[in-house]
């Protein structure tokens, strides 16, 4: 299996300015993400992922974000698995964005 690819907050954070986003799901539980989200970001719990694929675009970037960057790998092992090959990781999650 391949490594995960992953992206820093910083170059995420450059490309949502631009305007150049790419599909973002966050897959933190709501009391998380009530704290605060990436703008234009998708919220689907990892709970919730297996049965909303029918939502994410397996030919279009999809970087997965939550609150340290470990379940958003796991979501990416997953949706690899499941056939997608567009799947990014932002390193470190939402604690490495806040740092910025």
Not at 10 to 17: D, Q
Not at 26 to 33: I, S
Request: with cysteine; charged share 30%.
């Amino acid at each position: 299996m391949n490594p995960i690819a992953q992206i820093e907050p910083s170059e995420l954070r450059e490309r949502v300015e631009r305007g150049e986003a790419p599909l973002m799901i966050d897959v933190r539980e709501p009391e998380e993400v009530a704290q605060g989200m990436i703008p234009g970001a998708v919220h689907i719990p990892l709970g919730q992922l297996a049965g909303r694929l029918d939502e994410l675009d397996p030919d279009r970037e999809t970087v997965f974000i939550c609150r340290s960057g470990y379940r958003s790998e796991r979501a990416c092992e997953y949706l690899e698995q499941s056939g997608f090959d567009k799947v990014v990781n932002m390193s470190g999650g939402m604690l490495a964005w806040n740092e910025e």
